[in-house]
């Protein structure tokens, strides 16, 4: 019949696409690669050390602060100019609650995440 002889012309392994298969055996193509993403979480990180991780060494480890001059210490300097309070100027450079505060990792020195007092986006 018909049928056998097409069964027999075709009952070897047949290569396509680098993949074997078998007629009438379904084909599954082969799983994609599993991609592994790392995310530095820094909804905890606020004006003191948080936990974070590292993308540069790998590690949750715990930041390390330091507070640093942003927009809102010069804006109140400026301001504080402006008015001519020309001896206070200073001040919001010596209060921390006016500064940025930037964490960094204490293993890889990497720079994590800023918390900025005055966010312009």
């Keep these: 019949s018909i049928e056998s002889k097409f069964r027999s012309e075709f009952c070897f392994l047949t290569l396509v696409n680098c993949v074997f298969f ?3 055996v379904p084909y599954a193509p082969p799983a994609p690669a599993a991609t592994v993403t790392h995310l530095v979480v820094t909804a905890g990180l606020h004006d003191s050390p948080g936990q974070a991780l590292c993308p540069h060494c790998q590690q949750t480890v715990v930041t390390v ?8 210490t010069w804006g109140i300097c400026a301001g ?6 020309f001896l206070c100027c200073f001040l919001p450079f010596c209060i921390e609650s006016c500064k940025d505060v930037e964490h960094r990792c204490p293993t890889a020195q990497s720079h994590l995440h800023i918390q900025t007092v005055v966010n312009i986006t």
Excluded: I, R, S
């Design 22 to 24: 078998l007629p009438g």
């Design 65 to 72: 602060t330091h507070h640093t001059a942003g927009l809102m």
């Design 80 to 85: 504080l100019t402006f008015f001519g309070c």
